[in-house]
C-alpha cells in the first residue's frame, strides 16, 4: 500500500513539473516572437518613430517654406507616446539601472521640446532644421547603445530560463525512473502477495482435507468401538 501511494505521489510531482516546464517553453518562444511589450520591442519602436521624424524633418529641409507641419506634428505626437512607455513601462525596469537609459530619456524629451517650440512658433529656418535632424542622430545613436543593452539582457534572461527548463527536465526524467522502479516494486510485491495467497489457499485446502479424512477415520474408528462395546 505505502509503495503505491509513494508511486501516486510521484506520478503528481512528474505532472506538476512537466506542466510547469511545458509553460515555461512556451513563453519563452512568445519572447522569441514579442516585439511588441518587451525591452528590445519597446526600445526598437521608439528608435523606429526617430527615424521617421528624421526623414520628415529631411523632406522638411527641401522646401522649410511649405514644410508639412501637420505631419510632423503627428511624428512628433507619435514619437511623444513611445517615449512615455520607455519612462513609464515596468518592462524597462532590468536596464533603468543603465547609463543609456537615463541618457536617451533627457535627451529625447529635450527634442521634444526644441521641435514642438519650433513648431509652433515662426517658419523654421534650415538651419534650425539641420540643427533639430543632427540632435535626432545624436538620441538614435543612444538608442542603439540602449537597444544593444536591452538585447544582451533578454539574452541573459532567456539563457537562464533555458538552464531552468534544462534542470527541469533533467528532474522530470529521473523522477519518471524513479516512478517506473517504484510500479516494478509494487507489481513484484502484488505478484508475490497473489502467489503467497495460492499457496496459503493451497495450503488450507489441504490441510481442510486431511482434517475431514481423519474426521471421517475418527467416526469410523468410533463405530467400530460401539460395534465391539455391543458385541
Known sequence: LWLALASGA???????????????????????????????G?????????LRL?????????DPLHMDRESLVLRLDILSSRLTLLQNSPV?????????????????????????????????????IIELIGDIGAIEV??????????????LELEERSRILQRQNGLI?????????????????IYLRQRQ??????????TTSALQHNEEKLVVAANVFNHAQES
Open 142 to 155: 543612444l538608442t542603439q547603445a540602449l537597444n544593444h543593452a536591452a538585447t544582451m539582457k533578454e539574452a
Open 197 to 206: 495467497q495460492v499457496r496459503e489457499r493451497l495450503l488450507l485446502e489441504a
Open 42 to 50: 519597446l526600445v526598437y519602436q521608439f528608435d523606429r518613430e526617430l
Open 92 to 128: 524597462m525596469l532590468p536596464i533603468a539601472q543603465q547609463a543609456e537609459y537615463p541618457a536617451v530619456i533627457s535627451a529625447a524629451v529635450l527634442l521634444n521640446r526644441r521641435i514642438e517650440k519650433a513648431l509652433f512658433s515662426a517658419p523654421m529656418a534650415p538651419q534650425q
Open 173 to 189: 526524467i529521473d523522477l519518471t525512473l524513479c516512478q517506473m522502479v517504484f510500479l516494478l516494486v509494487v507489481s513484484a510485491a
Open 10 to 40: 510521484v506520478a503528481l510531482v512528474v505532472a506538476a513539473l512537466l506542466v510547469s516546464a511545458v509553460l515555461q517553453r512556451q513563453a519563452i518562444k512568445e519572447s522569441f516572437l514579442d516585439t511588441g511589450d518587451s525591452l528590445t
Open 54 to 62: 528624421r526623414q520628415a524633418m529631411l523632406e522638411s529641409l527641401l
